[in-house]
C-alpha cells in the first residue's frame, strides 16, 4: 500500500500543479467553464428540438432520450477529463518531444494520461448529471435492486469506454503521426452517435457503433433494458446489461493498439 502511495506522488504532484495553474486565472477559467457550458446546452437543446417535434425516433421518445442524452453525457464528460489530453500524442510525435517521457522512470500511458487535466470539462458533466436526473424524472422507471445495478454498470462503463476510445486514437496516431480526424470520426463522432437511439442506424453503423466501438453500450442500450423497451434488430432488450463486457473489449482493442505502436515507435529522429 506504501509503495502504491509512492508511485502515485508523482502523478499527484503534477496534476496539483495542472489545476493551480488553471485556477490562478479565474476570469480565463470561469469563462472556459461558461463556454463549455453552453456547448452542452446547445447540444441538449437540439436533441431537446429533434425529439420535441415528433412522437418518436427509432421507438424512442424525448423523456427516454433524455436519459439516453445523461448517461452518454456524463461518461464522454468524465472520461474527456481523464483521457482527452491523449489528443496532444500527435504534437508531441511530430515535435519528437515524446522522447522526452522515455527519459522519465514511469509508464508512458501513464505519464500522457496524468499530463494534464482540463477542469472546464467539468461543466459538460454537470449538464451530463442534470439531464440523467431529469431523464430518471420524467420516465417511469421500474425502480428495483436491479435497477439501480444497471444504471451504476452502464454509468461506470460508459466512462470506461469512451476512455478506451481516446486510448485507442492516441495508440493509432503512432502510425498516422498526422492522422487525428481519421481517428476523430471514431472518438468524437462516436459519442455524438452514443446520445443517439441505434434502432435509426443502417447495418453498418450497427456493425462499427454498436459492436467494434460499442457506443451503443454507453447509454442506449442499458436505457432500452433499464425501461424495458423493445431492442431494435441484432440488439435484444436485455443488451443493456453487457454494458461491462463491450467495456472489457473496447480496452482490450485499445491497450493492444497502444501496445503495438509504441513498439512501432523508432524516436523522433532528432
Same mark, same amino acid.
Given at each position: 500500500?506504501? #509503495? ?13 500543479? /495542472? ?6 486565472? %479565474?476570469?480565463?477559467? !470561469? ?23 415528433? #412522437?418518436?425516433?427509432?421507438?424512442? *421518445? @424525448? ?25 496532444? @500524442?500527435?504534437?508531441?510525435? /511530430? ?20 499530463? *494534464?487535466?482540463?477542469? %472546464? !470539462?467539468? $461543466? !459538460?458533466? $454537470? ?11 420524467? =420516465? #417511469? ?36 503521426? #498526422?492522422?487525428?480526424?481519421?481517428? =476523430? ?5 462516436? /459519442? ?10 443502417? !447495418? ?16 442506449? @442500450?442499458?436505457?432500452?433494458? @433499464? ?26 482493442? $485499445? ?16
Amino acid at each position: 500500500m506504501v #509503495d502504491l502511495a509512492a508511485r502515485a506522488a508523482p502523478y499527484r504532484a503534477v496534476l496539483a500543479s /495542472r489545476i493551480r495553474a488553471q485556477r490562478s486565472y %479565474r476570469s480565463s477559467f !470561469r469563462i472556459d467553464l461558461l463556454g463549455s457550458l453552453l456547448v452542452g446546452l446547445v447540444e441538449l437543446g437540439e436533441v431537446w428540438v429533434v425529439f420535441g417535434a415528433v #412522437d418518436g425516433i427509432g421507438g424512442v *421518445d @424525448l423523456s427516454a432520450i433524455v436519459l439516453v442524452f445523461g448517461l452518454a453525457e456524463l461518461g464522454y464528460s468524465l472520461a474527456d477529463l481523464a483521457f482527452g489530453h491523449c489528443d496532444t @500524442l500527435p504534437t508531441y510525435l /511530430r515535435a519528437g518531444t515524446l522522447d522526452v517521457f522515455y527519459l522519465r522512470p514511469q509508464p508512458l500511458l501513464l505519464q500522457l494520461v496524468t499530463s *494534464d487535466i482540463t477542469l %472546464r !470539462r467539468l $461543466a !459538460r458533466a $454537470a449538464i451530463g448529471v442534470v439531464a440523467l436526473a431529469v431523464g430518471l424524472a420524467i =420516465n #417511469d422507471v421500474p425502480w428495483s435492486p436491479a435497477a439501480v445495478v444497471l444504471l451504476a454498470l452502464a454509468a461506470v462503463s460508459g466512462i470506461a469506454t469512451f476512455a478506451a476510445m481516446f486510448v485507442w486514437a492516441a495508440g493509432a496516431q503512432f502510425y498516422l503521426i #498526422d492522422g487525428a480526424e481519421a481517428t =476523430n470520426a471514431f472518438v468524437y463522432g462516436g /459519442r455524438y452517435a452514443a446520445t443517439q437511439p441505434a434502432a435509426v442506424w443502417g !447495418r453498418p453503423l450497427k456493425m462499427v457503433f454498436g459492436f467494434f466501438f460499442p457506443m451503443a453500450f454507453t447509454a442506449y @442500450l442499458p436505457v432500452v433494458t @433499464l425501461l424495458g423497451l423493445p431492442g431494435p434488430e441484432w440488439m435484444p432488450g436485455w443488451l443493456g446489461w453487457c454494458a461491462p463486457l463491450a467495456a472489457l473489449w473496447i480496452w482490450a482493442l $485499445a491497450l493492444l493498439t497502444w501496445r503495438a505502436g509504441v513498439r512501432h515507435y523508432q524516436g523522433g529522429g532528432g
